[in-house]
């Protein structure tokens, strides 16, 4: 089952077997090196503890409104820490800028596409502007051929990418 960041992004996050509502979903977090969904986080407006942090074992299962969970996560009161092997698909991957390994522009991550059966993130959808991507659509690049993650972006292999319509 493939899901697109956008999509998640705002869904409830609830108990399985107590309807507990954890708040809404805000961010993914994934490991840079293997990138492997490392667990989802949850934002809610409560005062103290705001965020929470289901892993990836906890997720029961995914549906149109909502994403069910096992247990009551990880309480932060801050924004959630993260290691340096860690990326925040917020934060460190989405509407950052995507370029070639020969160095030329592929424009900026516009979305990022998750596969939680297999645990991993599948693909980037990459485009430059509006107009440019309803001419020729968004490049579509798989995220096994990701080279690296720079402070401002990341590297790309160019051979596998191909365009999709918006």
Known sequence: MYESFLRLKGRKVCGKDTKKYFGRLSDILVNKETNAIIGIISKNDSLIYRHRLFFLKDICSID???VYVIGYGEKFMKVIPLYEDFKSCENDIRNKRAVYKNGHGAGFVKNVAFDFEAGKMSEFSIGSS?????????????????????????VIDNAPCKNKEV
């Open 64 to 66: 149109e409104m909502s």
């Open 130 to 154: 509006l107009i440019q991507d309803l001419i020729n659509g968004r490049l579509i690049c798989p995220v096994g051929n990701t080279v690296n993650y720079l402070h401002d972006g990341i």
